[in-house]
């Protein structure tokens, strides 16, 4: 497994924007990595993944147009650029990292790294 340690989460005002950046302990090139975040009393859920090979991402729809997910291979880091913050952004966001993953990756891939979590909190 990889290890995770999210940064970048903050308190920002209805329309704000925020980065968040995953450093991870090695090279995550071939594997999936995602964003999710947890709401207040809700399951987490899926915001963002893309497969490392070739760039590929998908977005929950909440977030589709708002938010960026990239991933920077020689700094052993992933990001999240999020515009347009609303209210209902306010969550814990984690990163997550798959074992290699030889095609494209979605939320149901199998995510066994997790990092510790970093707070987004969305005023209006």
């Known amino acids: 497994q990889v290890q995770l340690v999210e940064s970048g989460g903050g308190s920002v005002q209805t329309g704000g924007s925020l980065r968040l950046s995953c450093l991870a302990s090695r090279t995550t090139y071939g594997h999936c990595m995602a964003w999710f975040r947890q709401l207040p009393g809700k399951e987490r859920g899926g915001v963002a993944v893309i497969w490392t090979s070739n760039g590929g991402t998908k977005y929950d729809e909440s977030v589709s147009g708002r938010f960026i997910i990239s991933q920077d291979d020689a700094k052993k880091t992933l990001y999240l650029d999020m515009d347009g913050l609303k209210p209902e952004d306010t969550a814990m966001y984690y990163c997550?990292?798959?074992?290699?993953?030889?095609?494209?990756?979605?939320?149901?891939?199998?995510?066994?790294?997790w990092g510790q979590g970093t707070q987004v909190t969305v005023s209006s």
């Open positions: 997550a990292a798959s074992e290699f993953q030889p095609g494209p990756c979605d939320f149901a891939t199998p995510f066994p790294s």
